[in-house]
């Protein structure tokens, strides 16, 4: 049973494969009559595309989206938005040593178990490119979401052991200002260094992102399965290589007493401590809502690694093609827009709470 | 929008407060024709009830589940399984100092914002109360799986700062041979001997529970966004108090580099390590699913509390009433019932893959 | 696949078997902070139960509903609303001869085949006693309607050839003056004639309801495959017995040109003629909302009838326990049931079409 | 809250407009590992198009799909496929004089109203162009059905008052055999003249088609509220100017006897008669399943027409353009194509019934 939609009013279903025509996607339940900027959609896009720094894969691929329906003379009528980006580099002999391998820890292994057919081709549809139609979306998402004041902020916040200190809501220039999207310029350095060592090695590195996102209204979250916490968390747990996610203390609340992790009142309902990352009971506070999202370390290395290929056989797969040793800064548009997508969903279901 | 329905094939419908007159359920998709053992059931019940140890809250239910309909002699007959627990603690009057008072880091803030109007008794829908009724489709969901193979070992991995160092699948004997449900018998007295200690300082603490899956066939799971890590994480951060989600080296995974994280095939398909936690891209690869949960510390005090009122005066919050100082052990349950239910769920709708 | 839920935003969940315990359901997406008339939810119930007239069965069901949830001091929460309505009628004796019998174009041979198990009493899951639970969740949806000014006139148009020759707006004085719920006098009392007779033959009739909706805002409904009519029929389709329905002009527009069939406009947006039923291009266009549906003749006969054991062997069915000769009038309140709660939902949807 | 897709496990997302870029769908949750045949899907399309036969609109469109995700070496792969269907046709000019108008009996003035804005050129979102997007979705879906042994017989039983006097399953060949896709040329040769008449008065006609499904498997529809003939319903309600739907004896129903309408059974559990249209209870029982589908006359006349502005002024429209004075026999492709659909969504979700 498909999973390639997500989002209930505002809905996005995606399709396509990495070294396929094209990929794409349909966005049903845009809000009708709001005008779109469509060179910052573009630029969202282009912060995650290959290529576009010296420590990231440098397939080519310029990422162009071409908008097909649900806008007429620049703004949302309310109809679906279909958009496709086609595929350039389908260059589909880079890939026929995969057709009988299993890559470790990619999805070849569990893609043709479950389907018995597989394009094996860049992965195919488990690939990460899938993920820039959810850019796509996000921006547009975070564009309405911009008119009514919300407004995102997320950066790399450790790669490796390297961690940044703070969870503070930083300017987009200050993120954008390195390679890493770090807003640290000193720790950027250092993980930037980590990365080009790890990257000499043949070898890749996991880090995490975080998220903080301000004047979010009070009352997003739908209790007691959508609580917003958990939909955010499903949306981040379903970007490739993430393997854990927490909102607002997080794991540490595991070693805090409940009279240090309360978060108590002002007298106008914000509250003087944060722990709760802005969500309550499943619903936002209004305080800034923070979350952190942890990926694995990329699974093609630039090593050999023993494997088997479809019929059991022990083999030795060279690393070889063009590829990230760390793909966690151009994760940073892909959580940043799924982040947006969420919000904007839970915002227009909350437009049905009262008559 | 309503969120109180999880599951799109095997599908939970949750009704009811803390302190109206029944909570319960309607499981819509059940499979026909099997037979249920509704002691077992019960028996899962009791797991999460109140009462049934020193160090838990004692307030008195009995919580017996009333199956209403969908059961035909004692066999499912395809037909939704409706379902209600009656509440017997309905002494409002214990609650008459909180019709005014938000609680702190409690959802009564967020719920009057957002409705305009709540439940104030024992925090009505947002209680954790609710979570009964998971209880009693998680229980159905497992003894279904149970009769394909699928094995659950849940219990405790953490209080405070104790952690339990192993992530093995236990026997449920052995998780249930003490009442923190935590399976080595010297870290259980040491996280008893914990919670004893805040529990006399009239403070709480948090935790962690770790739940292995064994058995799960290969191929579960609905790319892209439908992951089955996806959907785990959403259905534990659905429940009360959860902060944090991580699957296979969750978190661990940012410090690692992919040469030593990858899996490593056997030439069975079969992985010599399993950072992955049993799920590539999405989908179950027959390796033991496992992920941990984290827990803050209750946000019920046995200590006053500053607090506001609705009209935004500022309270002094008394602590009283009947309280768990860690809810950690009783979770366990739920944290099962959600799992099981989520399996299930991504089992049934594998069978559509193919004509 | 679970096919127990209707509607999007307000959706109602049912379960429950003709003779087991007790049928009832959960609405999900309740707006919050309204206030209900439970007398008007049971008066609607008491039009739907059996025993009310005596052209109808003399099955004894007091149809008492009980709500669980989801209302705090007379008023919707915002949280799920919990109902059951006891089944008083359990004497399983009567249905004996039925275990091992296919009663002609009923359900119980295609519930047998698809579930391979079948809670043959009563007809079980596929008893029109489900409907109950419609009733009583239009009757919530109808008076959160009523507060908008929508307006419902819901009557018996044709029992056999007798038709009411009009699809006017009727008062509901007017429709319950009369055991048919036709409002014109003269007409009912020749359907009560014909379903008299018809009766004592110990056979059956069919016959047809009308539904007009006054005041329905302009902008319900949601293309492409949403349109309010495409629902609506769904919703009637989905009642025991309907085999047709019709909007609007419907068949008749078949044997219509064009240029009679349109509706032009008056200068403020009305229409001079309403072919279309108050929906044009799947949206309420302001204009009455106005559609019939078809029911067939009740299965059940007090004549004997060839059929069928579950084994394959021919058999007599004997006619006997209580039946209605005719369920027209009785469909009433379900008929207008399922298009209120489909009213409601698509004024719930289209509160998001902007932002 | 967006309308734009349709099915639960086989699920069709359309997009595109009229007079757009180009329209398009995905179809997610398709079987995996299935040969299409390309050009059966593509000659499906062409059944559809305009400018096929002297009596239909001599638009110029080649509507050509392309495919541009979900196979892999010409077959399906389980991931969702994307397509498109550029528009050629897209003359803007044609329309300016209707950007301001409201066409009688079109969803101008309902789009605008709910909308707040509508792209005019050709009616938009609200074409019928949209369903060439389901043409392609049910050749896809059709061909699958055809590997399990169901069968479709779908053609134009009635226009204006000339009706066909059968209900059989008629060939492919015998329907395509004229232009009318009338089984019977004799009938259908009146028709044509029917047609041929109105045109020339500036005028369109009406009709109905009828579907006969052959050999759909036993058991498929979910009760109470997905019954397999009221997602029919809905889905042909949902095409473009369907203003009714009929069941089996439909509202021939509302004559009969009981006696008379029930069919009997001969005991191998198929039915001496067929009143029920091959659905008991919402589940399919073996029979054929037979259905008829009203259209109203198409709305755009080559007749001037009063009408009214946005601006509620009073104007006078011209006929002018190229359309269809009955689209009956080009609506032909597109029944069985929601037919198809609904069917396969169907046979899909009947696969989790037993776990």
Redesign the interface.
Known sequence: ??????G??F?L?????SH???????I??V????ELDFEVIQSELDKRKPGQSAIVTQRKESDKV?????I?EG????????F?IPNENQKSNDYAHLKEA?R????D???Q???????YKGG???SAR?TASRVVAGAIAKQ?LQ??GVRFSTYVD?I??IQLNSADFYQSELIESNIIRCPDAQVAAEMEELIRT?RK?G??????IRCVIENVP??L???????L???L???M??INAV?????????E?????????????????T?KTN???G???????GMPISFRV????????M?S????TIQ???IELEGKGRHDACVVPRAVPIVEAMAAITILDF?????????
């Open positions: 049973m498909a999973g390639s939609s997500f209930t009013i809905k279903s995606t399709f396509g494969e396929g025509i094209a990929i794409g996607g349909v049903d339940g809000p009708a009559n709001l071409q908008f097909l329906s649900g007429f703004k949302t009528t309310g109809a679906p938005i279909g496709i299993f470790p820890s990619h999805a292994f569990t893609y178990e479950k389907f018995g057919i597989r394009d195919g549809r488990s899938e309405m008119s009514v450790q490796g052991k790890v090695d070898d890749t590195i996991g880090g995490a009070i009352g979250g739908e209790p007691v399965f959508d609580k916490h958990a939909e968390g499903k949306a747990l379903s393997k854990g996610f927490e909102i607002g203390s997080g794991f609340a595991l070693t805090m007493r409940g009279s240090e992790h309360n978060d108590l009142f002002n007298t106008d309902g509250t722990h709760s990352g969500i309550q009971g499943g619903i936002s506070n942890a990926f694995k370390p990329v699974a093609t290395l090593q690694q023993e494997s088997i059991g056989e022990a915002y227009l279901r909350n437009k049905s709470i009262h008559l």
